[in-house]
């Protein structure tokens, strides 16, 4: 079993920064890719970053470009995201996943980021 540990969020004026973590234990193996997703109020989740196991090669939203910024770090096992110049509309619940070669995804626990003055 694999459990995923999110820290980091919270408020932020708009054009600040803020750096998302997320923590992975357990049966850590054999997995494809890191993400982070968000999901703002009636909107559906989507994928702002993507690091893949082999390699770290990346892949972000256009809508991030750019402003953020996605890494790991294999010896913690964790992966973070660094968000610079946020905007109001980056203002959503973020969440990790770890995407398993089956296909088989986990997700972190959420945590909110709002961007407001």
């Known amino acids: 079993q694999v459990q995923l540990v999110q820290s980091g969020g919270g408020l932020v004026q708009p054009g600040g920064s803020l750096r998302l973590s997320c923590a992975a234990s357990?049966?850590?193996?054999?997995?494809?890719?890191l993400g982070w997703y968000r999901q703002a109020p009636g909107k559906q989740r989507e994928l702002v970053a993507q690091?893949?196991?082999?390699?770290?090669?990346?892949n972000y939203a256009d809508s991030v470009k750019g402003r953020f910024t996605i890494s790991r770090d294999n010896a913690k096992n964790t992966v973070y995201l660094q968000m610079n110049s946020l905007k109001a509309e980056d203002t959503a619940v973020y969440y990790c996943?770890?995407?398993?070669?089956?296909?088989?995804?986990?997700w972190g626990q959420g945590t909110q980021v709002t961007v407001s003055s």
């Open positions: 996943r770890l995407s398993r070669l089956d296909n088989y995804h986990y």
């Open positions: 357990g049966s850590i193996f054999s997995f494809y890719a």
């Open positions: 690091i893949t196991s082999a390699g770290g090669a990346t």
